[in-house]
Every structure is written in structure tokens, then in C-alpha cells.
């Protein structure tokens, strides 16, 4: 996708390579299903890594790593999670059970880690994981949930993470954030995840005195902010681009921008209940300016239902708005629809399908 309108070239090129048939929806959605992005990565364990689209596109996890298998549910320990994550070398982390882990602490994630649910079904609670200085990180096709604690998050990316990809993720009920990226956290992408049962969802750049966060890109695009209350997402200066997203319901607003933040809203679906604005405008005053300001969204192809009102910023200046073609070339775009919705309400977030075989390295 490139420009302001739809690129069928990058559409009819994904149709062409091998679909996920194991995906557990509606036999009516499967022939929609090649319009989502890297629709072909199941075919091989290792095809997932460098196919985010967006911001995080670079991330190319443990690719480079032997196999490591998580054979215990063990919050640490030989054979745990932890344990994998805490290595320094690559390693593409898969696991042999299904179950609950309970973290008593946060999960610390080194670099060039994938973390593949793919498989099975694996849910973390209690905390979550925090990406601190760490680069080329996938998470991929877990769930959170039931995270205690004033400063809990289901992902934590702080300080100075870059080429993050969280992906096919199920979230909710954190005491604190969903996700947050902060502390000149860049270059990472949120996709097909889904969203429930929360009130603060994301949360990218920590507050107006960390003016470092100007560097802070993230593309979050085919989610589902399912009921969430607020912070779909809530920007503090960094350069945010939405596509594709299906926003329902939420409890005080869909999007917020507030100081210097630039929001690139493109062919998403915002579906109002009881509260109408989509979008919000937060004045604070960076640490290092005269004056306080809010930042900016722009609205393109956005579909508005249920009574949703946008309430765009009236005299926005084109020069205060970014656009992704100046940051990547390419993405996987459709018109907001109907059938739009029912596949990111079947297709987001952890998914029921088998770990694909691994063709590189010998399990």
C-alpha cells in the first residue's frame, strides 16, 4: 500500500502465496482472509521473521538462534520462559505445553528473541514482559491477562527498544496498560492483536518532560479494541500510523493526541456506543517549549458508525503531519467494510493453529 489509495498490486501478490487454512473461523470469512498481510508466514516456523509491515518491519527476532523449548509452566527455571528470554545469545523460543504461567515479576526480554505461541495455548498473568534495551524482538500468538500491581503491563517497552513486532496477541485486564512504548522505544508495529476488557489500552510516549520520545514511530494496523474504555492509542510526540482497525465501543475516547503527536488515521473502522468522539485532543506543554500544544490526527478513509464523530482539529496544517510513504513503501490496505469487521472480529489475537515446522534447523 503506498499513497492515500488502495495498492491492489501488494493485495494480488499476497493471494498468490500459500494461505493459513488453520485458522478456526467461518468457512463465509475464509475466502476474505487473503486480504490480510503476511497471510503466508505459517507455512515455515522461521517465515515470520522481517514480514511486519510498517514501522517494525526490520524485526527479525531470534531467526539467527537454535530452537529453544519451554517444557515447563514454571514462572522460571530450566526449560521456562524466563529462562529463554534471559539468554543472550538468538533463540527462536516455541513451546510443549499449553497453560498458565504466573510471573511474580516482570519477564525481562533480551535481544533478538521470538517468542512463538504458535502451537499452543499460553497465557501469561500476574506481570507481563518488559523489552528493555532490546532490539529485534517478535512476540507472537500469546495471551495476557489478570495483571496485578499499580505498574502492571501486559508489554512494557522501555527504555531505548527498537525493531519490536507484537503480533496475533489476545490483552486484557492489566492493572496498568495494555502496552506501553516509552522512553524512546521506536521502530516497532502492533498488529492483528485483539483488545478487551480494559480501561488504559496504549499508551506510547511517557509524559511531556521526556521530549526523547519525538523519535518514538509505531504502525498499529488489522486490531481489535474490543470494549476497551480509552488509549487506542493515547501519542505523546512520536509519529503513530493506524490502518485497519476495527474500534468498538469504547468508554471515554478511540484515539488522543496530545503533545506533538502526529496520527495517521487511514481506513479504519471506528464503531461508537454510548460515547460518540473518536478522537481527542490533549493540550501539555513539553519540557522544552514556551507553550503548551496537542498534537494532530489526520482522518483518511476512516469509516465513522454508530453516530461516531471524528471532531477533526479545524485548520490543521498539512506541514505538522508525517506521512508513511516518507518511511516505508509499502503496506496491506482494504476499504473499510462490514467484511472488514467480521475478520478482524474472528482473526485478531491468539489464534488456534498448529507450530508450523521448522525447514531451517533441525528441532
Request: proline content about 5%; charged content about 20%; hydrophobic content about 30%.
Amino acid at each position: 500500500m503506498n499513497g492515500s489509495f488502495p495498492d491492489q498490486t501488494v493485495v494480488t501478490a499476497l493471494k498468490k502465496k500459500p494461505p493459513n487454512h488453520s485458522v478456526q473461523i467461518p468457512s463465509s470469512s475464509i475466502s476474505k482472509m487473503a486480504s490480510l498481510p503476511y497471510a503466508h508466514v505459517d507455512c515455515s516456523l522461521r517465515a515470520l521473521a522481517g514480514q511486519a509491515e510498517g514501522f517494525g518491519r526490520s524485526a527479525i527476532g531470534g531467526v539467527h538462534g537454535p530452537l529453544y523449548h519451554v517444557t515447563t509452566l514454571a514462572d522460571d527455571g530450566p526449560g521456562s520462559l524466563r529462562d529463554g528470554c534471559r539468554r543472550k545469545e538468538p533463540l527462536w523460543i516455541v513451546f510443549e505445553v499449553s497453560g498458565l504461567i504466573h510471573l511474580s515479576s516482570y519477564l525481562n526480554v533480551s535481544s533478538h528473541k521470538t517468542i512463538d505461541g504458535r502451537g499452543q495455548r499460553i497465557k501469561l498473568t500476574g506481570k507481563g514482559l518488559r523489552l528493555k534495551e532490546c532490539e529485534h524482538v517478535i512476540i507472537c500468538n500469546l495471551e495476557f491477562g489478570g495483571g496485578k500491581g499499580p505498574d502492571a503491563d501486559g508489554i512494557q517497552i522501555k527504555p531505548n527498544s527498537k525493531h519490536i513486532w507484537i503480533d496475533r496477541c489476545s490483552l486484557h485486564d492489566y492493572d496498568d496498560g495494555l502496552i506501553d512504548i516509552t522512553r524512546e522505544s521506536t521502530d516497532i508495529t502492533v498488529s492483528r492483536c485483539h483488545f478487551s476488557k480494559h480501561d488504559k489500552t496504549i499508551l506510547i510516549g511517557a509524559n511531556p518532560t521526556h521530549t526523547g520520545d519525538r523519535c518514538i514511530q509505531v504502525t498499529i494496523h488489522h486490531c481489535f479494541f474490543d470494549g476497551t474504555r480509552q488509549r487506542h492509542p493515547r501519542v505523546r510526540f512520536g509519529k503513530v500510523h493506524l490502518y485497519n482497525n476495527y474500534t468498538k465501543d469504547w468508554g471515554i475516547y478511540a484515539v488522543c493526541a496530545s503533545v506533538e503527536s502526529q496520527i495517521y488515521s487511514q481506513c479504519n473502522i471506528y464503531e461508537a456506543g454510548q460515547k460518540k468522539v473518536a478522537f481527542k485532543y490533549l493540550t501539555e506543554k513539553a519540557a522544552d517549549k514556551e507553550e503548551a500544544a496537542s498534537g494532530f490526527i489526520r482522518s483518511e478513509g476512516d469509516l465513522f458508525l454508530s453516530g461516531s464523530q471524528p471532531c477533526l482539529l479545524s485548520g490543521e496544517s498539512k506541514e505538522c503531519m508525517f506521512h508513511p510513504s516518507e518511511y516505508y513503501p509499502t503496506w496491506t490496505m482494504e476499504a473499510p467494510s462490514d467484511s472488514l469487521k467480521k475478520v478482524l472480529q474472528h482473526c485478531a489475537g491468539w489464534q488456534s493453529i498448529p507450530r508450523p515446522v521448522d525447514q531451517t534447523m533441525p528441532a
